[in-house]
């Protein structure tokens, strides 16, 4: 069996299947926030949420930096271009194959209305 591999792809989609990761991500688009205030924010402990963004930055999606005892965590620079790259190509497959459907849905209608007239 061939298996597609692509490392960070993999990586991004796995970080993004978790809700409270991609609720990391649009909170931190709105500014960079320490991993406490995000854990307030998320209802959840230091632990948990420490947890989350290691996914995150190893994903690349996450950045953090340590100043004195406070880990500020911010949105990382390599953005999500190659996985909506992969989505569109993915979304068009789709649209061309429902597109196709249509037409053998109008096409059998057609027949059916056809056959009923004469």
Same mark, same amino acid.
């Given at each position: ?12 989609? %796995? ?17 960079? %926030? ?48 190659? #996985? ?11 649209? %061309?194959?429902? #597109? ?6 109008? #096409? ?6 056809? #056959?009923?007239?004469?």
């Amino acid at each position: 069996m061939v298996q597609y591999v692509s490392p960070p792809l993999d990586l991004s989609f %796995a970080a993004l299947s978790d809700a409270t990761r991609r609720g990391i991500i649009d909170q931190l688009g709105q500014g960079d %926030a320490s991993i406490t205030s995000l854990a307030d924010k998320f209802q959840m402990t230091l632990t948990g949420m420490k947890k989350h963004i290691q996914v995150l930055e190893r994903a690349g999606l996450v950045v953090t930096q340590k100043v004195g005892r406070v880990r500020t965590c911010k949105l990382g620079k390599r953005g999500l271009k190659a #996985e909506a790259e992969w989505i569109e190509a993915h979304r068009k497959l789709f649209e %061309a194959r429902f #597109e196709a459907l249509d037409e053998i849905i109008s #096409e059998m209608k057609k027949e059916g209305s056809d #056959e009923s007239a004469s």
